[in-house]
């Protein structure tokens, strides 16, 4: 905690992170109480420069922010909560308070697709455990892993095969159609698409070497 630099009013800005996507949630205020509380409960907690007082992520909305972990910046005046977001992170319903984007003149509405596997794991998620009827993840679930494995299965032959007769359009929307079987997979098999990722950081940082195959 020496390590903060807090400002005159004892305040520090925090940028709260999606810690499985890298998008940035929102900014807000901690003070040292708000920090310590973060770091003893494992939930982001923040200071009201309006309201004057400390308040808790969630505790009303529901939309609560579990924190992975608490980083500082090079100079000490900046600190980062790398999160898992419960909903929307943004008071006006948005996922991101950073929902606008300047086009030209003009703020316009923000999108990132580099996420949407993220938010498709999230909503095959609520399929599994909800298990909704009529959905496409239902069926998938309720016939089991070989109906799973067999679809995978089918994907990757089309994406082969647009790929082999040089047809982009169909090779897009084959990739499309096997990485959303891939994360239903993921799903039956208990395994996180943020294992996934940090298994690509791994790999891709130069921590790990591979031999290259011949």
Not at 131 to 140: D, E, F, V
Request: proline fraction near 3%; hydrophobic fraction near 35%; charged fraction near 30%.
């Amino acid at each position: 905690m020496e390590r903060v630099k807090f400002d005159e009013r004892g305040l520090v800005p925090v940028v709260a992170q999606e810690a499985d996507t890298g998008e940035v949630l929102m900014l807000a205020y901690a003070n040292r109480d708000a920090l310590a509380r973060t770091a003893a409960t494992g939930a982001a907690h923040y200071y009201s420069r309006s309201r004057g007082e400390l308040w808790q992520k969630g505790s009303t909305s529901g939309n609560v922010q579990s924190v992975v972990d608490i980083r500082l910046d090079c100079d000490g005046d900046a600190v980062l909560y790398r999160v898992q977001q419960s909903g929307p992170a943004c008071h006006t319903g948005a996922r991101s308070c950073f929902a606008k984007k300047l086009q030209g003149s003009a703020w316009d509405v923000a999108s990132d697709a580099r996420h949407v596997l993220t938010r498709i794991e999230q909503v095959v998620r609520e399929r599994d455990e909800q298990r909704p009827p009529g959905a496409y993840s239902t069926y998938l679930f309720e016939r089991g892993i070989d109906k799973i494995l067999k679809k995978v299965g089918e994907e990757t032959t089309e994406v082969v095969i647009a790929a082999k007769n040089d047809d982009v359009a169909e090779l897009r929307s084959e990739t499309a159609d096997l990485l959303f079987h891939l994360v239903v997979l993921l799903r039956d098999r208990r395994l996180p698409l943020s294992e996934v990722w940090n298994e690509l950081d791994t790999r891709f940082s130069g921590r790990e070497k591979r031999p290259h195959p011949e």
